[in-house]
């Protein structure tokens, strides 16, 4: 028997001599698509990456969003998003699971603060904020003067997922 291994939120990929984190993994376009930060792309200089054994391109970037969009063709696992609220929360990734505290919240945004010691790092963008035992949103970026970090909303990846599929391929929640 030979075991594949799956695609999930929180995974590490690689980009030009650069990388990142997975954020969440939705049905996209009748099949699944990995999300992650489009500025890890635009650092590295390319559109093309590697998750585990599998290379793809950059399928989709929007112009109002952080989020890059590319397809999963190996077996992976969709991931629940949530909506975010004040309160604890975690940042998740394969590596790694951080505490920190949801501050402020938009319908786009999450402000998170975390607690000094085990600071995320370079390769960390992406890492899914996580709240309840569902994805809540995933992070773009952190001060490390203030603690302080931005994460991008799963409501605004979902928003961003619905323009790009078609209706009858998304699930409502």
Same mark, same amino acid.
């Given at each position: 028997?030979?075991?594949?291994?799956?695609?999930?939120?929180? @995974?590490?990929?690689?980009?030009?001599? !650069?990388?990142?984190?997975?954020?969440?993994?939705?049905?996209?376009?009748?099949?699944?698509?990995?999300?992650?930060?489009?500025?890890?792309?635009?650092?590295? %200089?390319?559109?093309?990456?590697?998750?585990?054994?599998?290379?793809?391109?950059?399928?989709?970037?929007?112009? @109002?969003? @952080?989020?890059?969009?590319? =397809?999963?063709? !190996?077996?992976?696992?969709?991931?629940?998003?949530?909506?975010?609220?004040?309160?604890?929360?975690?940042?998740?990734?394969?590596?790694?699971?951080?505490?920190?505290?949801?501050?402020?919240?938009?319908?786009? $945004?999450?402000?998170?603060?975390?607690?000094? %010691? @085990?600071?995320? %790092? =370079?390769?960390?963008?992406?890492?899914?904020?996580?709240?309840?035992?569902?994805?809540?949103?995933?992070?773009?970026?952190?001060?490390?003067?203030?603690?302080?970090?931005?994460? $991008?909303?799963?409501?605004?990846?979902?928003?961003?997922?619905?323009?790009?599929?078609? =209706?009858?391929?998304?699930?409502?929640?």
């Amino acid at each position: 028997m030979v075991l594949r291994a799956v695609i999930k939120s929180g @995974d590490f990929f690689l980009s030009g001599r !650069t990388g990142g984190v997975i954020g969440a993994v939705v049905p996209w376009r009748g099949a699944y698509a990995g999300v992650a930060p489009a500025h890890i792309f635009h650092y590295s %200089g390319t559109e093309a990456l590697w998750v585990g054994k599998q290379k793809c391109r950059i399928a989709f970037i929007p112009g @109002d969003a @952080d989020l890059a969009f590319f =397809p999963i063709v !190996t077996a992976c696992k969709p991931t629940e998003l949530g909506k975010p609220h004040l309160g604890e929360a975690r940042l998740e990734n394969s590596a790694r699971k951080r505490s920190c505290r949801i501050s402020d919240v938009s319908w786009s $945004i999450a402000y998170v603060v975390l607690p000094p %010691g @085990d600071l995320p %790092g =370079p390769g960390d963008s992406g890492t899914p904020l996580v709240q309840d035992g569902k994805v809540v949103g995933m992070l773009l970026s952190f001060n490390m003067h203030t603690y302080k970090g931005v994460a $991008i909303s799963s409501e605004m990846i979902a928003e961003v997922m619905q323009r790009r599929s078609p =209706p009858d391929m998304l699930k409502k929640t």
